[in-house]
């Protein structure tokens, strides 16, 4: 029986450690939904490569920064650190099994193979939230894309990350004058206002035009030095 590219064709359905997550085809596209939210798929992939992109162009001119993604996702801000030899170390952490069998022998391999296969990158499989609040690890660069937005959280433990004492221990893991960038689906002049508010410095929203609606942003913040 032919594929309707109208209807998305569900390809992995898997209760994970936060509840159900699917990937689906629809067309060419792959997309991850989560408990019935959807995600990301790998139609575009600019806004996870500003991301990137702009963490490391706020840090200063120091060697091989390392950089921590949170949020495996579809693999485009693993896959665009590892295209450029100026990142150092590149850790992504990641808390859904599925995500990460995607990539490592699924439908996403496609787009990770290569990331993954660079000695600079490494997976962590646990909860982002949890890791920034215990590690003893430092990182030059924070980028992060866990939900979609600081006001549209994916599950509900993840609001602690954007709250006072979630920054505080974002701070704690960036070096002196590291930079914490963080995904959003649109503008929040309140988390700005939180940034600030948690001593971060150069604070400010970096836009991705779009054709219509509200544009994705990378807010921007970094830790004195």
């Given at each position: 029986m032919p594929i309707s590219y109208d209807t998305p064709e569900v390809l992995d359905?898997?209760?994970?450690?936060?509840?159900?997550?699917?990937?689906?085809?629809?067309?060419?596209?792959?997309?991850?939904?989560?408990?019935?939210?959807?995600?990301?798929?790998?139609?575009?992939g600019r806004s996870e490569r500003l991301l990137v992109d702009a963490a490391l162009a706020a840090l200063d001119d120091r060697p091989a920064p390392s950089v921590l993604i949170g949020g495996l996702g579809v693999g485009f801000s693993l896959a665009h650190a590892a295209e450029n030899p100026r990142w150092g170390r590149i850790t992504v952490v990641e808390r859904e099994p599925a995500i990460v069998d995607w990539h490592r022998d699924g439908p996403l391999s496609a787009l990770s193979a290569r990331a993954?296969?660079?000695?600079?990158a490494k997976i962590l499989e646990t909860d982002l939230v949890t890791y920034v609040h215990e590690t003893s690890d430092t990182y030059d660069a924070l980028c992060l894309d866990i939900d979609n937005g600081p006001g549209w959280t994916v599950t509900e433990g993840n609001d602690g990350l954007y709250a006072p004492a979630g920054l505080a221990s974002c701070a704690r893991a960036l070096t002196p004058g590291g930079v914490l960038a963080v995904w959003s689906a649109q503008p929040s002049p309140e988390f700005e206002s939180s940034l600030w508010n948690a001593g971060f410095q150069q604070v400010r929203t970096e836009e991705i035009p779009v054709a219509r609606g509200v544009p994705d942003v990378v807010h921007l913040g970094v830790r004195p030095g």
């Open positions: 359905r898997r209760e994970g450690p936060h509840g159900e997550v699917v990937l689906r085809r629809h067309g060419q596209l792959l997309q991850i939904i989560a408990n019935g939210c959807f995600l990301m798929d790998t139609s575009d993954l296969a660079d000695a600079r």
